[in-house]
């Protein structure tokens, strides 16, 4: 580590790779900084000595977006404090190394809560505004919508605010563009009012059917339902959603008796195992989901958006997909995407296949809902480490992304490995972003496995 100041909170690296397990990055370096300065101070060097930096919050994304080849990659952990709640305006200022966890911990006794949130409390503030999530709400939109304001650390070291009227350029560029415009150091959010939801209808149809019923459900009454999600079989020609309301009971609940987890993992564990060695116990696998969807159950709704605070093991050896389509093409997409998956069948196995309702929103520079979309979820059982298998994955991956497009829709650039032609397919503004990348970090001082792939 010869030429780096001794200040600086920076050890060596070493192979490393995230999630996914597909990408791998040889990093020259990892920094901890632990302080707003000492940040500075590792990008600084970086820009300097023109080495490559990549940001890493809780490492679940799945192309390489958080690792870079012979660069320094800043764990944001240690940036983990909240530095302003005002419960009055329900607002929070925060360091983006924070987990959702954490912030669990501090709103839930005061019934705020962030808007959006994915499937588990362990994914980091930072990850989690650079892919611009989204969650199984159906009344709340990507996390973009509850967004105040950012400071942001630019590639020439300087730290700046961007928010819907200062730098709008970077506010709506850095949401969604996944560490290549700087570090997102805090963040500013509207909170949302903690309210407990209630089961109340799960429905269950042959596939064309179903999404009928769907969509009428999901627009019948917005305001007091906060979720409906689905589960198609693995073949899409059933399926079957369930619904949860707004309870009326809100004013007085006891937090310790609500639901917390979707199952007990050890059971989900032991369920996943069956279903990755035996083919009978997966077939059955859908309609086991089907029969346990009718429990009825109270909780509340930032409780609901998770499955489990913390992933089960089984989760490691998983992968994820989302494609984004207009809702009124959304039953064709289907019925291609259920012959996509059946024609690989014995090499590509699935846990679920899910499917949701996502609100428009067009404000990030690389929205993937900028229309009102359904999302389509199939969860894979995964050898991440064969790179047999992984070929077969992305030959099907490419056949669902070209089934996607040529329906209107969009993909989640955190998930699937695309070509450069089919990311500007489904992000028609990737060129400006990439213009925007060269004006704020003309030295390519942030990068990425997952850039260097799409730049190639
Ligand atoms: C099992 C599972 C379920 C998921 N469910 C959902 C879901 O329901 N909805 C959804 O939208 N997503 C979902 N995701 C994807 C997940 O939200 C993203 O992968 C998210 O980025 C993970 O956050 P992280 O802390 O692990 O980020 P990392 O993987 O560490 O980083 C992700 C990206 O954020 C950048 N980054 C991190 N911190 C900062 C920062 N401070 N400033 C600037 N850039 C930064 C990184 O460089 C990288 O590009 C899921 C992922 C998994 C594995």
């Not at 632990?34 to 490559?52: D, M």
């Not at 105040?148 to 560029?173: C, H, M, W, Y």
Request: overall charge positive; hydrophobic content about 40%.
């Amino acid at each position: 580590m010869n030429g780096i100041p001794a200040d600086l909170p920076i050890v060596s690296g070493r192979d490393m790779t995230d999630w996914g397990r597909m990408v791998h990055a040889n990093v020259a370096q990892i920094a901890r900084p632990k302080t707003e300065a000492a940040l500075q101070a590792v990008v600084r060097y970086a820009a300097q000595n023109r080495l490559k930096v990549s940001i890493r919050g809780a490492g679940h994304s799945a192309l390489g977006q958080s690792i870079v080849d012979g660069g320094i990659m800043i764990d944001i952990l240690g940036l983990n404090q909240v530095l302003e709640l005002d419960p009055a305006k329900k607002t929070l200022r925060v360091q983006t190394g924070a987990t959702w966890g954490q912030l669990t911990q501090v709103l839930e006794p005061k019934r705020l809560a962030i808007s959006t949130k994915q499937e588990f409390d362990n994914f980091t503030v930072g990850g989690s505004i650079a892919a611009n999530i989204h969650g199984k709400s159906i009344d709340y939109g990507p996390i973009i919508s509850h967004v105040l304001s950012l400071r942001l650390l630019k590639a020439d070291g300087e730290i700046v605010t961007a928010s819907r009227t200062q730098n709008p350029d970077l506010f709506t560029g850095v949401i969604g563009g996944y560490g290549l415009l700087g570090i997102v150091v805090d963040v500013t959010f509207q909170l949302v009012e903690d309210r407990v939801v209630e089961k109340s209808e799960s429905v269950y149809m042959n596939t064309d059917a179903l999404l009928k019923a769907y969509v009428e459900r999901i627009r019948r009454d917005p305001r007091n339902t906060p979720l409906c999600y689905g589960f198609f079989s693995s073949d899409c020609k059933l399926g079957f959603y369930v619904t949860y309301s707004y309870s009326d009971a809100a004013g007085s609940f006891d937090l310790g008796a609500l639901k917390r987890d979707e199952t007990n993992p050890i059971l989900f564990n032991i369920f996943a195992w069956l279903q990755r060695m035996f083919t009978f116990v997966r077939r059955r696998a859908f309609h086991t989901m089907w029969a346990g969807s009718a429990n009825p159950e109270t909780t509340l709704r930032s409780r609901r958006l998770l499955l489990w605070d913390n992933p089960p093991r089984a989760f490691k050896d998983m992968l994820l997909q989302k494609y984004y389509i207009p809702v009124d093409n959304f039953p064709g997409f289907v019925k291609k995407a259920g012959e996509i998956l059946g024609s690989h069948g014995n090499d590509i196995k699935l846990l679920t296949n899910h499917f949701r309702f996502m609100p428009a929103n067009s404000e990030a520079l690389l929205a993937c809902s900028r229309q009102d979309v359904m999302c389509f979820l199939p969860c894979y059982f995964a050898n991440k480490d064969d790179p047999g298998w992984v070929k077969i994955y992305e030959s099907v991956s490419d056949e669902l992304v070209n089934a996607c497009l040529d329906h209107g829709g969009s993909f989640y650039l955190t998930f699937i490995p695309a070509t450069l032609a089919q990311t500007r397919r489904a992000y028609p503004n990737w060129d400006r972003f990439i213009a925007l990348k060269k004006q704020y970090d003309p030295g390519e001082v942030f990068s990425s496995g997952f850039y260097q792939q799409l730049a190639r």
